[in-house]
């Protein structure tokens, strides 16, 4: 692998117990924050870390704590860690993540919130518990009936701390941090830092190392020719996004970025179920094993890689159309990164993100970095798909149509032409192809979820894509003598004029031009773009269609 410098986590000081459960989770190396917080975290001095949702700060500030588990001799009575949480979700999803990392050194967690019976909290803790995962309210109430005791706390993090702010909860983390020990280490993050937090890490901090994702400059030339889109959808809806997203792009060849080298597996397995030639590649496997899949990739036998980024890292393949983040990366240069496997040497290419809502604060720190807009848009919709797909058939036929290569099949339609309308014939020959082109949709809507962008002055949603317009015939002079299929033509219009592959209309191929209709209000982008282009390599003429026919 190149610029394989990589620290890893056992280089860190982390615990070999640590070390080899993130190996099971197939974690293949530190996150940014995670490398920049987990030395000072477990040389105990307080820290304050700008970090969002999904650059892996939960582990950054869960590793130091547990290790200091794994280092307490005898009896462990009371809570040694404390973290506190906005939200009832994030209580149980911190606590999932604490409980998987510190499996093996029989770490006991417990999330408490609001909602649950005191009881059943009271029996747990009465059991003994190592780390609790809190919202502050009902932290609170349990300080106050008597029935939390912090003598044993070591750690404090504040998780998210502007929204628990935001949430009103600037009381109630005053009275908890005061009920703590004094010589308690003291963690907060906050994917921002107003001034608000500042005050709180003044007054309870010592002497806090302070950790902001060191920006990298971007990459030269990384990502101008990448049309970069974003779909907010829920994660259990994340492989139909998925499959929906490859079949309206039919890349040439996709990547699709994965965090776990297991997510890698486990998305392979079932893009394979699903029909799609997938490969997997992460740092788990052996370099033959690798290098088979590359080739694979390279001589188009496969054409759909899950990668992790380590493994995929300085990948170059000239056949890569798009590059696809089933994960919003955990870091905004992890995603110049993985985006820089396409669009190179002057080719177009197309960047896809699936983000959960709770992730809208990642991509617009990746569009700061990037200096770029993402554009946020609606998934397609299954008669988006359905469109798509008959349309691809058309030109598909019309090719053939076009072509002397169907004169074998005459006498099949002549023996059925005694019999039906020959319409009716070709009618169920489309209805066979389209079905040849992937059977039919799955009849599955995916639930149109707006990212949550919290700011009034924030960034809009890009408008659904309405009925369409007034379409435009745009003449470009290569056809199928070039080697022109109509996956060329969405590829050169969507990535060239960055407009969205759904809003192309027609396409017809002929030996020599073709003729594709793009909506009138894009027609002149689309022209210009092309013109400044190639196709398949080439320069060909573009212009309006003026001929009214092909
Ligand atoms: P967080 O920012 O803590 O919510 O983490 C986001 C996601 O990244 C979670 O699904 C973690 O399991 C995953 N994750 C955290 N650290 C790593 C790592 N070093 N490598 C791969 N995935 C990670």
């Given at each position: ?222 990502s101008p020719q990448v049309r970069q889109t974003a779909y ?10 998925l499959?929906?997203v490859l079949d309206m792009e039919s890349p040439e060849a996709a990547i699709v970025f ?45 054409d759909l ?14 056949r890569l159309t798009h590059v696809i983040n ?9 995603y110049?990164?993985r985006i820089g496997r396409v669009g190179r040497?002057?080719r177009e290419g197309v960047a896809i993100t699936l ?17 770029r807009?993402i554009q946020?848009d609606?998934?397609p ?106 996956g060329d033509l969405v590829g050169a219009i969507a990535g060239e004029a960055g407009i969205s592959g759904r809003?192309i ?46």
């Amino acid at each position: 692998m190149s610029e394989s410098t990589s620290i890893g986590f056992a280089e860190l000081g982390l615990d070999p117990r640590l070390v080899d459960a993130l190996s099971t989770l197939g974690y293949e190396e530190p996150t940014p924050i995670q490398r920049e917080t987990i030395p000072p975290l477990l040389d105990a001095r307080d820290l304050v870390g700008q970090a969002a949702t999904g650059t892996g700060k939960t582990a950054a500030f869960a590793l130091p704590l547990l290790q200091r588990l794994a280092e307490r001799k005898g009896e462990r009575p009371t809570p040694s860690a404390l973290v506190l949480v906005p939200t009832r979700e994030l209580a149980m999803q911190v606590a999932e993540a604490v409980h998987r990392y510190g499996r093996a050194l029989g770490a006991k967690v417990l999330p408490i919130y609001g909602g649950q019976s005191f009881g059943q909290q009271l029996r747990v803790l009465k059991r003994g518990v190592d780390v609790v995962v809190a919202t502050p309210g009902r932290a609170l109430d349990h300080i106050n009936r008597g029935t939390l005791s912090f003598d044993g706390l070591e750690v404090v993090v504040l998780d998210e701390a502007d929204e628990m702010l935001d949430m009103g909860f600037a009381d109630d983390l005053e009275a908890i941090l005061g009920a703590t020990p004094e010589e308690r280490q003291t963690v907060l993050f906050s994917a921002t830092m107003p001034g608000r937090i500042a005050t709180i890490a003044k007054r309870h901090l010592k002497d806090p190392v302070q950790v902001r994702i060191s920006r990298e400059p971007l990459p030269e030339g990384a990502s101008p020719q990448v049309r970069q889109t974003a779909y907010v959808v829920p994660r259990a809806q994340k492989l139909t996004a998925l499959g929906r997203v490859l079949d309206m792009e039919s890349p040439e060849a996709a990547i699709v970025f994965c965090r776990t080298r297991n997510q890698v597996d486990e998305l392979t397995e079932k893009l394979n179920a699903h029909g799609y030639r997938a490969e997997a590649l992460h740092g788990g496997m052996t370099q033959d094993q690798r290098d088979r899949v590359m080739s694979k990739l390279r001589s188009g036998s496969a054409d759909l890689l899950a990668a992790t980024d380590v493994a995929a890292r300085g990948l170059d393949v000239s056949r890569l159309t798009h590059v696809i983040n089933y994960d919003v990366p955990s870091a905004p240069e992890s995603y110049v990164h993985r985006i820089g496997r396409v669009g190179r040497a002057g080719r177009e290419g197309v960047a896809i993100t699936l983000a959960e809502p709770r992730e809208h604060r990642q991509l617009r720190s990746i569009e700061q970095l990037t200096k770029r807009k993402i554009q946020v848009d609606r998934v397609p919709t299954v008669a988006d798909l359905r469109a798509r797909r008959l349309e691809l058939v058309r030109a598909s036929l019309r090719e053939t149509l076009l072509g002397d290569d169907a004169e074998g099949y005459r006498v099949v339609v002549e023996s059925l032409a005694d019999e039906f309308d020959p319409i009716q014939v070709a009618m169920a020959a489309v209805k066979l192809a389209q079905e040849a082109t992937g059977g039919e949709v799955e009849e599955v809507e995916i639930s149109d979820v707006a990212p949550e962008r919290e700011q009034p002055g924030g960034r809009k949603r890009a408008a659904r894509k309405g009925a369409r317009g007034d379409a435009a015939r745009i003449y470009i002079g290569a056809g199928r003598k070039a080697g022109i299929g109509p996956g060329d033509l969405v590829g050169a219009i969507a990535g060239e004029a960055g407009i969205s592959g759904r809003s192309i209309g027609a396409i017809d191929i002929t030996d020599r031009f073709c003729i594709v209709e793009v909506p009138e209000e894009v027609a002149d982008q689309v022209i210009d773009a092309l013109r400044a282009s190639t196709i398949k390599g080439k320069k060909v003429t573009v212009r309006r269609d003026r001929g009214g026919g092909s």
